[in-house]
């Protein structure tokens, strides 16, 4: 039986994010089939102690490594000079976590061969740490999966774009030199196009969607009762926070349909308290529920009761939102809001016919119309998951598995 190694960064506890939903999603479908062994290394929930080093969740074999250290808050300004310190060493901000995963894992592999090591980006810690394996000889093969790019992502301010550009473009040329097969969602070859594909990666790279289209998962009987609000219009965000004005700008629109007193808008989300949802929503006259990030089993128990979900760009315009493809696999109707004309989220979501794209740079009056519009028309209106299935062939599990059983009989 072949084996295969995925490193992510949180499973199954806790509320693992966006990227671990896609490999997770992965691992899933490759524990299905009968002539793989899967395992993983992932880091245990910073409220786990208890749980044990090893476990078996759902077909798959879990190795823990101990959660790392607790990266401190700091306000705007000193964050960014933070960040202007670390230009020397840019894309990497953690070196020394990356460091301590690399030798855990090591530790962890003594003894223990597999036929395909899967990394994933974000975060770098395993994308990194593959690579410093596959080069000391402790792994035979490596896959690399980038749900976030490093080259070609450019953060915003203190960095230069140019400089941004020229490291990271050296760094994931470092990385692919060590890969055997690197994943890379389908919009960023777009990119690649236009800047140039890194030298390593040449005849290597494989372009597809999120792995985000999968069936949903069987009904479980979950409380919703904090935050679904019977007889109202229960419009659904579940995600990080990357920019407040997001979601004041969702909050000024939504207040000022017509639909506005009944509308029960539910935030599950990082980045946002309540003293910023207090100078947001002030003139707004519907409901507004904010809560933390959910176990999955509650979120899927949300999707099936939700009448409408919200998506954010967010960081980056090239990379396609997977919660956007959560949310039509459980037939959702979807309002999307991007900032760039060539947002990639947008493109992929005009597929989807219960769907609206929002941008954030005209004024929300703008939409008003055609919100109304949307909300009339969308309630009680579900899109069969074979439909979403057939408009995304290269976002489905499926073609991940066949890419990876190809990588593993080579």
Request: net charge positive; aromatic share 14%; with cysteine.
């Amino acid at each position: 039986m072949k084996k295969i190694l995925f490193l992510t960064f949180s499973y199954p506890y806790g509320h693992f994010g966006p990227s671990d939903n896609c490999t997770v999603r992965i691992m899933n479908a490759l524990a299905q089939e009968h002539n793989y062994e899967i395992w993983n290394i992932s880091y245990k929930p910073k409220d786990g102690a208890s749980k044990p080093n090893y476990d078996i969740v759902e077909g798959v074999n879990c190795l823990y490594l101990p959660f790392p250290e607790k990266r401190a808050h700091h306000s705007y300004i000193v964050e960014h000079f933070l960040l202007f310190l670390k230009i020397p060493i840019y894309p990497f901000f953690a070196p020394f976590s990356i460091w301590r995963h690399y030798k855990a894992c090591k530790k962890l592999l003594r003894g223990k061969q597999f036929d395909l090591v899967i990394t994933q980006c974000s975060p770098q810690d395993s994308v990194i740490a593959g690579a410093l394996l596959r080069r000391g000889g402790y792994i035979n093969k490596l896959m690399v999966l980038f749900w976030d790019n490093i080259y070609g992502k450019f953060p915003r301010k203190v960095i230069p774009k140019s400089f941004a550009l020229y490291r990271s473009r050296k760094v994931e040329n470092w990385i692919a030199r060590y890969a055997d097969c690197l994943i890379s969602p389908s919009p960023f070859k777009q990119f690649h196009e236009q800047y140039g594909e890194v030298k390593e990666a040449i005849g290597k790279r494989v372009y597809l969607e999120h792995p985000s289209v999968l069936p949903p998962r069987e009904s479980v009987n979950m409380p919703t009762g904090k935050f679904i609000k019977q007889g109202r219009i229960n419009i659904l965000y579940a995600g990080r926070v990357y920019f407040k004005e997001h979601i004041s700008y969702c909050i000024d629109l939504l207040g000022k349909t017509s639909f506005a007193e009944q509308i029960n808008l539910i935030l599950l989300t990082k980045g946002l308290d309540e003293s910023d949802l207090k100078a947001m929503s002030h003139n707004f006259k519907g409901e507004i529920v904010l809560s933390d990030w959910i176990p999955l089993d509650e979120l899927n128990a949300l999707y099936r009761e939700t009448d409408i979900c919200i998506a954010f760009s967010g960081y980056s315009s090239s990379s396609v939102s997977s919660k956007v493809y959560e949310y039509m696999c459980y037939g959702n109707p979807v309002v999307h809001f991007y900032e760039e004309d060539d947002d990639v989220t947008k493109k992929a979501i005009s597929r989807y016919p219960l769907s609206m794209s929002i941008c954030l740079r005209k004024d929300e009056r703008t939409y008003v119309e055609s919100m109304d519009n949307f909300i009339k028309n969308s309630l009680g209106k579900r899109v069969l998951y074979e439909d979403v299935e057939r408009l995304f062939p290269d976002a489905t599990g499926a073609a991940y598995v066949r890419v990876i059983s190809s990588m593993v009989d080579r």
